[in-house]
């Protein structure tokens, strides 16, 4: 029985910022950083990595040059903007509003409605 869960939509893009706000990494980084910090229970697949990093870069929320990856290939490597780390607050914040608010739907018992 598989321990990992299917990643919410519209998640990705926060679980990305939130990866490389840890430090720049390269694209296969990313979805490492994220089942490392997930503890292997969230598969990010690279078909849907791929086009949420380019869709962040092109909205200016991270940032992207070339370098060279710990098996010496060369690698784009990903880092945070100013306004990336300005949208990885707010929706964190999002987040953390809406799970509270599901929380609290889900413990409430038949006599407090």
Request: charged share 20%; net charge positive; no cysteine.
């Amino acid at each position: 029985m598989s321990k990992q869960i299917d990643l919410l939509q519209g998640t990705l893009d926060l679980l990305i910022l939130k990866a490389v706000s840890l430090g720049p990494l390269h694209g296969y980084g990313v979805l490492l950083r994220i089942q490392q910090i997930s503890q292997n229970r969230l598969e990010i697949l690279q078909g849907s990595l791929y086009p949420a990093l380019y869709r962040l870069e092109q909205q200016g929320w991270i940032a992207s040059e070339w370098g060279e990856s710990e098996n010496k290939r060369k690698a784009k490597y990903y880092r945070l903007t100013a306004a990336g780390k300005r949208q990885l607050l707010s929706e964190a914040e999002k987040w953390n509003r809406m799970a509270d608010v599901i929380a609290g739907i889900l413990h409430t018992s038949p006599g407090e409605v």
